[in-house]
C-alpha cells in the first residue's frame, strides 16, 4: 500500500504561471482534502470532497480550483500563480471522523 | 466559529524531561472530535490519537498520555521521560462539522528536546 502520494514534491513557478498538483490515495476513502502549511499557521484547508462527484470550499479556497477525479484522485489547480501561494501542500485522505492519513507533501515557489 | 489554540510557539526540554503540550479549543457543537498530530523535520504527518467528546477518560499510550477536559475546552499532551525522538512540531485540530469533513487544525507547537 502506497496510502496516499503526491506529485511533483518541489515545485517553481513564475507568477501568472498555471499547474496542478496530483494526489492519489489506494485506502478507498470516501474524503480526501487539500491543505496549505505556512510558517506560525498550521494547517489551512483549501477545500475537500466529501465523496466522488462532490467537492467544497475550506478555510482558504481563493485562487485554486480542485477537482476529484474518481474514488483514488483529487487534483488541485492554480490558473494564475501568485507569489502568496509559496507554500507546502498536503493532500490527505480518511473516512469520515477518523484520523486522516497525509501525503509527503508538495514544496510550491511562486517568484 | 470551530477554533483551535495552541499558546505554546516553541518548547525546549532536555531529554528525560516530562513535557505538556496544551490544546484548547471553541465548538458549538455538543459531540465533536479532536485530534493531535506529530510532523517530525522529515515534514510527514503522523496520526496520533482521536478523542470523542463523549469520554473524558484520559488516554496513555507508552510515553504519551492525553488529558481531555471538557468543562475547560482543553485537551492537553503530555510525553514522560522526552526523547531526540520527540522533537516536532505537535498539531491539535478539531473538524468543524459532523461529518468530520471540514478541519480546522491549531498552530502547532515546536518541541525541541535537547541530549
Given amino acids: 500500500n502506497a496510502g496516499v502520494t503526491q506529485t511533483p514534491k518541489f515545485q517553481v513557478l513564475k507568477t501568472g504561471q498555471s499547474m496542478t498538483l496530483q494526489c492519489a490515495q489506494d485506502m478507498n476513502h470516501n474524503s480526501m482534502y487539500w491543505y496549505r502549511q505556512d510558517p506560525g499557521m498550521g494547517l489551512r484547508l483549501i477545500y475537500y470532497s466529501a465523496s466522488e462527484g462532490t467537492t467544497d470550499k475550506g478555510e482558504v479556497p481563493n485562487g485554486y480550483n480542485v477537482s476529484r477525479l474518481n474514488k483514488r484522485e483529487f487534483s488541485l489547480r492554480l490558473e494564475s500563480a501568485a507569489p502568496s501561494q509559496t507554500s507546502v501542500y498536503f493532500c490527505a485522505s480518511s473516512e469520515l471522523v477518523y484520523e486522516q492519513y497525509f501525503g509527503p507533501g508538495t514544496r510550491l515557489t511562486v517568484t | ?115
Wanted: aromatic share 16%; net charge negative.
Fill in chain 2, 1 to 115: 466559529a470551530q477554533k483551535v489554540t495552541q499558546a505554546q510557539t516553541e518548547i525546549s526540554v532536555v531529554e528525560k524531561e516530562d513535557v505538556t503540550l496544551d490544546c484548547v479549543y471553541e465548538t458549538r457543537d455538543t459531540t465533536y472530535y479532536l485530534f493531535w498530530y506529530k510532523q517530525p523535520p522529515s515534514g510527514e504527518l503522523v496520526f496520533l490519537i482521536r478523542r470523542n467528546s463523549f469520554d473524558e477518560q484520559n488516554e496513555i499510550s507508552g510515553r504519551y498520555s492525553w488529558n481531555f477536559q471538557k468543562s475547560t475546552s482543553s485537551f492537553n499532551f503530555t510525553i514522560t521521560a522526552s526523547q531526540v525522538v520527540d522533537s516536532a512540531v505537535y498539531f491539535c485540530a478539531l473538524p468543524s462539522d459532523n461529518y468530520g469533513q471540514n478541519f480546522v487544525f491549531g498552530p502547532g507547537t515546536r518541541l525541541s528536546v535537547l541530549p
